[in-house]
C-alpha cells in the first residue's frame, strides 16, 4: 500500500506543474503551451514576462473561487526595465509530491502553495528570467508530540539564446514531518530533488509556418522511509521528451497549430522498474477569430502509450482528449473559456434543470492595462 501511495504522489509531482500552468487558450487548443506564442509560456520559459509587463491575469476553474491571480508589473516606467510577476492561489492541486502532503493515510493537509515571484530583465540584450514556487504549512500540538510540516521550493530559470533558440531549466526540493502524537515518525523523507532542462527552436519564426523543435530532459530522485517497518523505499526517475511542433498562418484571422513528438520515462522503486513509452503523441489545435470580438477554438491530443509494470504486465492504449473553447474580447479585456461538454449535452438549467450544465469548465480573465 505504502507503494502504491507513493508512486501515486510521485507522479502527482511530475505532472502537475505543467498541468496548471496552461492557461484556459493554449489548453483548449490542445494543450500545446510551448510551441505557441503566448503568455501562458511564463509557466516554462519565464523569461517570456518581459513581453507581458503589464498584465493582471486570474484563471477559474472550478469552485467558487478563482484558481489563481496575478499581476505583472514593470520595476519603472521605462522601456526594457524588470519585470515582477506575483501570482496566489487559491488551494488547488498543484502539488510537489511529498512535499505537499505527507505519505500516511491519516495525513489532513491541504494544498498549501503560497505563491509564484517572476523576475524578467535582459542579460545583454537577451531577455532573462526566474519564477519561484514556494509551498509550506505546518502543524504542532501544544499537548502531545503531534507534528507535521511540509516545505517545497522550486525554481525555474530561462533564456533567450538567439532569436530563435530559447533554454531553460528548473530545479525543486521538498521535505516534511510526519510524527504521531508520542513523536515517533510515522514516515521520514530525504534526498528529495527533480531536475529538468528543456529548449526550443523556432526554425523560421517570422513565416507563415513557423516550425519549432523542442525537448526536454528529466531527473527525479527520493526517498521515503516507512516508520511501520516496511523500510526504506528508494525512487528514481529519468524522462525525455522531444517533439516538432508547426504553428500554420492559414489567414490573418486563423491559426492552425499541431505538434508531433515521442516521451519516454522510466521509474524506479528498489528492485522494480516501470517504463512508460508514448510513442508517439500528436496535438492539433485551431484559434480562429470569428469577429473582431470574438474568437472560436478547439484542440485535441492523443497519447499512444507503451507501457511495462514492474517488468511483468505491458499496456498497450490510447488516451485522447478533446478541447473546445473561446474567447471574447473588449478594449484591453480578454476573456477565454473552455467549453463544458455538460453544457453542450445538457444545455443551461433554466431549460435542462440539470445542475451540471455549466457554460465553461474553465476561464482565463486578463487585463492589459497601460
Known amino acids: 500500500m505504502k ?36 503568455e501562458a509560456n511564463i509557466w516554462m520559459y519565464p523569461h517570456t514576462i518581459n513581453n507581458y509587463p503589464k498584465l493582471f491575469a486570474a484563471e477559474y476553474m472550478s469552485g467558487s473561487d478563482f484558481a489563481s491571480v496575478g499581476v505583472h508589473m514593470p520595476w519603472k516606467d521605462e522601456d ?34 503560497r505563491l509564484t515571484l517572476f523576475y524578467g530583465t535582459h542579460m545583454g540584450d537577451r531577455p532573462f528570467g526566474l519564477a519561484i514556487n514556494y509551498v509550506q504549512a ?10 507535521r510540516s511540509n516545505f517545497a521550493l522550486n525554481f525555474i530559470v530561462s533564456k533567450e539564446m538567439s532569436d530563435n533558440f530559447e533554454v531553460g531549466g528548473d530545479i ?29 527552436y523556432w526554425m523560421d519564426k517570422k513565416g507563415k509556418f513557423q516550425k519549432v523543435v523542442h525537448a526536454g530532459f528529466g531527473l527525479y530522485n527520493s ?7 516496511a523500510g526504506e523505499l528508494k525512487y528514481t526517475e529519468f524522462s525525455i521528451d522531444l517533439g516538432l511542433g508547426c504553428n ?22 528498489e528492485d522494480n522498474t516501470d517504463t512508460y513509452f508514448m510513442l508517439p ?27 511495462k509494470i514492474e517488468g511483468d504486465v505491458k499496456y498497450n492504449y490510447v488516451s485522447t482528449s478533446t478541447y473546445l473553447g473561446g474567447g471574447l474580447h473588449w478594449g ?39
Do not use: C, H
Open 248 to 269: 500554420y498562418q492559414s489567414t490573418e484571422n486563423i491559426l492552425v497549430v499541431s505538434d508531433l513528438g515521442i516521451m519516454f520515462l522510466s521509474d524506479k522503486i
Open 80 to 113: 526594457d526595465a524588470p519585470v515582477l510577476g506575483l501570482y496566489f492561489y487559491r488551494n488547488v492541486s498543484f502539488d510537489f509530491g511529498a512535499a505537499n502532503r505527507p505519505l500516511t493515510e491519516n495525513a489532513t493537509f491541504a494544498p498549501n502553495e
Open 138 to 147: 505546518s502543524q504542532k500540538s501544544e499537548t502531545s508530540d503531534l507534528e
Open 3 to 38: 507503494k502504491i501511495l507513493f508512486l501515486t504522489v510521485i507522479l502527482a509531482f511530475i505532472l502537475s506543474i505543467a498541468a496548471f500552468a496552461s492557461d484556459t487558450r493554449v489548453m483548449t487548443m490542445g494543450n500545446i503551451n510551448g510551441i505557441v506564442i503566448d
Open 172 to 200: 525543486s526540493f521538498w521535505s516534511f514531518t510526519d510524527k504521531d502524537g508520542a513523536g515517533d515518525d510515522l514516515s521520514e523523507t530525504s534526498g528529495n530533488m527533480a531536475f529538468d532542462v528543456f529548449g526550443r
Open 332 to 370: 484591453n479585456l480578454e476573456i477565454d473559456a473552455q467549453i463544458s461538454p455538460s453544457f453542450l449535452s445538457s444545455g443551461p438549467y433554466f431549460i435542462s434543470g440539470n445542475s451540471s450544465g455549466d457554460l465553461a469548465s474553465r476561464f482565463s480573465l486578463n487585463y492589459w492595462f497601460e
Open 281 to 307: 503523441y500528436f496535438k492539433a489545435g485551431l484559434d480562429a477569430n470569428i469577429f473582431k470580438w470574438l474568437d472560436m477554438r478547439a484542440g485535441v491530443k492523443s497519447f499512444w502509450n507503451m507501457n
Open 223 to 229: 526517498k521515503l522511509d516507512d516508520g511501520g517497518g
